[in-house]
């Protein structure tokens, strides 16, 4: 494996070196166009240049010019197939400090992903940025170099520098980042074990991506399998029950830090009426909590959640009475999609001092990502600031127990996992079954306007002309039946990949096929192709 990781790498050298070139090219080209098309008059002719043609020539030039110099490397570069790698960080490697600077909106999902498959070694791709996690799937033409590129995208965008993000990513490739997801999926990486949040933010990427047609075949198969893996784990195992949300984590922890006798009389305040707020109201109503007031931009949510649940008042204020309404709350919950904190020190310090009855301390319980609550909020006496990081408190409870329910998901997690790389693998197949086949009908339809020309066309019926062209589709049929068996990977039988692929490199000398340096050359022509536009 690391001799192939070698010679991709150096391959993928020579892919950039010439993309660099053909760029340069092109440029030049763009210029010199310019200036023809402008015209000029030497002895008393016009010579003028036709601006867009010649810039188009320039362009499918430089493209060949990059293929060709890219196939002198192409032979090493095949030995080793696109790698599927997950790149991120989460909730159990880095900071909310970290993650905040690296998170994603879910409409920014689409931009970066456009970003990502932009650079020069990444062919798909697909962001998971959630309060707890940002991770970046890929399918990388190579390992190493496409590893670089997406680390030095993350720092670009976070500012933070590249040796220090290191220092908190995880990456994993192929098969690892596969379970990764499908784990993921399931809640098994989750900071609470089995919530079912996580699954509805995997199925928002699968949506977002067909929505914007961002996603590539290999990424969408995974996380639709990831999906059905997450399913099957809450199904077929009792690992929800009893499982919590950061939203109920958030409500359990708030009432860990009242005084036990004033905890149902504690005012509650609830800052974004979203799906997580959403989750806070409900977990609010199981701990017996009676009114809860709402600050949202607009009244129209605050109304559906009051229709949904009508075991507790909840009283709507704007989003201009924010503050006042902190002032006449004991607990302030925060879960909005702010950029910048809606709370910061001097924020905290015009607030009222609470009751000493209520402990004498307001608690902010932030559960946003970025922070709506800055951490200078606990400089202030009558201040305490929670976020999501702070809830590992609650969920350590009951740890034996979720582990063992963990181990009983592993069992589907393998048995998708096993699907979805079968999948895979038949995929290696595809291009040397369609030119076998395509080969052997040109054969056939050459062979057969020769035997139907020494016939002659008066000599034959429209039925006989029938039978003989179904005579020779059925030869091809049963001579191809055999081959084709043998490239089958799909795990429907016993044969190995590696056998697989064995037969489909006979197959590909027997009949000069040359599947493999078609599709890298179809890939990286593609590339430069969409470098240029």
């Not at 009242?258 to 609010?284: D, F, N, Q």
């Not at 704007?318 to 020190?345: G, I, N, Q, R």
């Not at 291009?431 to 002659?456: H, N, V």
Request: glycine share 6%; with cysteine; net charge positive.
């Amino acid at each position: 494996m690391m001799a192939s990781t070698t010679s991709a790498t150096a391959a993928g050298g020579a892919f950039a070196a010439a993309k660099t070139r053909a760029g340069s090219s092109a440029a030049g080209g763009g210029a010199c166009a310019r200036v023809a098309a402008g015209g000029r008059r030497r002895s008393g002719v016009v010579v003028r240049c036709d601006a867009g043609v010649e810039a188009q020539a320039v362009a499918k030039a430089a493209s060949v010019a990059a293929l060709e110099q890219f196939k002198i490397s192409a032979d090493r570069y095949m030995k080793e197939r696109s790698s599927i790698a997950v790149i991120g960080l989460s909730v159990h490697t880095a900071s909310v400090e970290m993650r905040e600077k690296l998170a994603v909106a879910e409409e920014l999902w689409p931009r970066a992903i456009s970003e990502l498959t932009s650079l020069n070694h990444i062919e798909e791709a697909a962001v998971l940025s959630t309060c707890n996690r940002m991770e970046i799937y890929v399918v990388a033409l190579s390992w190493n170099r496409g590893i670089r590129e997406v680390v030095d995208w993350m720092s670009k965008k976070s500012g933070i520098p590249a040796s220090e993000l290191r220092e908190h990513l995880f990456m994993l490739r192929d098969s690892d980042a596969t379970r990764h997801l499908f784990e993921v999926s399931a809640g098994l990486d989750s900071l609470v074990l089995g919530e079912g949040q996580i699954l509805a933010q995997v199925k928002q990427v699968v949506r977002s991506g067909q929505n914007s047609g961002g996603l590539g075949k290999n990424i969408d198969r995974m996380f639709k399998d990831a999906i059905t893996a997450g399913k099957r784990v809450r199904c077929e195992t009792n690992i929800s029950s009893g499982a919590v949300s950061v939203s109920s984590a958030a409500v359990e922890l708030a009432l860990m830090k009242l005084p036990k006798s004033e905890c149902l009389s504690a005012r509650m305040l609830l800052i974004g009426a979203g799906k997580m707020g959403k989750l806070v109201v409900k977990h609010l109503i199981a701990k017996g909590c009676k009114k809860v007031v709402v600050v949202n931009r607009s009244m129209e949510r605050v109304d559906a959640i009051r229709e949904e649940m009508k075991d507790i008042e909840i009283v709507y204020r704007p989003l201009t009475e924010m503050y006042e309404a902190a002032a006449e709350a004991d607990v302030v919950f925060t879960s909005t999609a702010s950029e910048t904190p809606l709370f910061t020190k001097e924020h905290a310090e015009a607030l009222p001092t609470i009751s000493d009855a209520m402990g004498g301390v307001r608690l902010f319980i932030d559960i946003s990502v970025p922070r709506n609550v800055s951490a200078c909020v606990s400089e202030v006496g009558h201040a305490r600031v929670y976020n999501v990081d702070d809830l590992k408190e609650v969920v350590e409870a009951n740890k034996e127990d979720r582990l063992r329910k963990a181990m009983e998901a592993q069992t589907i997690i393998t048995q998708e996992l096993k699907r979805f790389e079968a999948w895979r693998d038949s995929l290696e197949t595809v291009p040397t079954i369609k030119k076998l086949r395509s080969y052997a009908d040109r054969i056939r339809a050459s062979e057969l306007e020769k035997c139907l020309q020494k016939i002659g066309e008066d000599a034959l019926t429209k039925k006989m002309r029938r039978s003989i062209e179904e005579l020779s589709t059925g030869i091809v049929n049963k001579l191809l039946h055999g081959p084709l068996q043998h490239l089958r990977c799909d795990g429907s039988d016993s044969r190995t990949l590696d056998e697989t692929l064995e037969n489909m490199h006979a197959l590909n000398r027997m009949f000069s096929l040359d599947t493999e340096k078609a599709i890298i050359e179809q890939k990286i022509k593609a590339k430069v192709e969409k470098s240029q536009n």
